[in-house]
């Protein structure tokens, strides 16, 4: 979850918010340490400390601390078990912190080291505060009693989806609030919606500029409008020999004539190993643009965890 920028426009929008941070945990418990929520004063927030009773009541500390005005830390040690009704039985240390006014140079150097990528902070708990020092480099602490080592941004697993067709959009919003950056081409004029979601970034060129330009190991999802494209694209990604999936949306009866005429580029034994055509996870059958979206989306999160890139698909049932 985006911490710092997030913090920083809701001090410029809202004057204030809190943060709720899973400092150190025991046993079995929802979400490990460096899981965190912001939370506006109204109560709204974005993230999660893992759900339940708990949650529910790191909320309303996270409000009271915002009403009170109060700057100091508030350090909560809960148990997982009787006193909360909740079955995970482990044990929570908590730190919720108010950000206001008085904080903005402060957060605004932390947001924008976080949108130059993943740092980590030494966090020192100082007069009732926390205060934090980006450092270079240092071992994953976070649990650790003050000063302790703390995480902040995500590389995040890239997506590359060429075609922006009714299944091409529906699959951008599904993948909208998981843990990816999607990079989304097409070259047709007008192809793209008015407004995308903030992990896309929308790619211009020609398609083969645009793999050139993904990182190694990005999962590629082709589905353009036109077959001969799909060719292009996908034959150009299979050739790079750097790319975590090929996928193809598509039947079977497409993989196999894709193939074929891989083949004959010499690129049959490659496709034929790495080439995921259809796409999508098996045993769903509806052909709506937003039902293969979701399957799509939950094998690209499959997909990333495991990072199998000879597995071959079990059968899928998508096609264009």
């Not at 959009?169 to 609030?177: C, T, Y």
């Not at 190694?216 to 975590?244: E, W």
């Not at 496709?271 to 098996?282: E, H, T, V």
């Not at 989306?297 to 698909?313: D, F, V």
């Amino acid at each position: 979850m985006e911490v710092w920028p997030r913090i920083a426009s809701l001090i410029a929008t809202d004057g204030a918010c809190a943060l709720v941070s899973v400092m150190a945990t025991r046993g079995s418990v929802p979400r490990g340490p460096g899981a965190r929520m912001i939370v506006r004063p109204d109560g709204a927030f974005y993230g999660t400390i893992g759900g339940g009773t708990l949650e529910w009541q790191a909320l309303a500390k996270a409000q009271a601390l915002l009403e009170r005005r109060d700057d100091a830390v508030l350090l909560l040690d809960q148990p997982l078990g009787p006193a909360l009704g909740q079955c995970c039985g482990g044990h929570v240390t908590l730190a919720v912190e108010r950000f206001g006014a008085g904080d903005r140079d402060a957060v605004i150097r932390l947001a924008e080291a976080e949108k130059a990528g993943p740092f980590r902070t030494r966090t020192t708990l100082r007069g009732g505060r926390f205060e934090r020092e980006m450092i270079e480099s240092a071992p994953a602490t976070a649990g650790e009693a003050p000063p302790f080592v703390e995480a902040f941004g995500e590389s995040l697993p890239v997506v590359a989806l060429f075609g922006a067709g009714h299944v091409g959009k529906a699959l951008v919003l599904a993948l909208a609030p998981l843990p990816f950056r999607v990079f989304w081409h097409d070259g047709r004029p007008g192809a793209f919606p008015a407004a995308v979601p903030a992990n896309a970034s929308l790619v211009a060129g020609p398609p083969e500029a645009a793999l050139a330009a993904l990182p190694d190991g990005a999962q590629i999802l082709v589905m353009t409008h036109s077959h001969a494209l799909d060719l292009a694209v996908v034959t150009a990604a299979l050739a790079a020999g750097r790319f975590a999936h090929v996928g193809l949306i598509g039947s079977a009866t497409k993989r196999a004539r894709f193939i074929r005429q891989l083949g004959a580029l010499g690129l049959g034994e490659v496709a034929a190993a790495r080439l995921r055509c259809p796409i999508g996870l098996p045993g769903l059958a509806g052909k709506e643009p937003a039902v293969i979206a979701a399957s799509v989306a939950a094998e690209c999160l499959i997909l990333a965890q495991s990072r199998t890139i000879n597995a071959k698909p079990a059968h899928r049932r998508h096609s264009a």
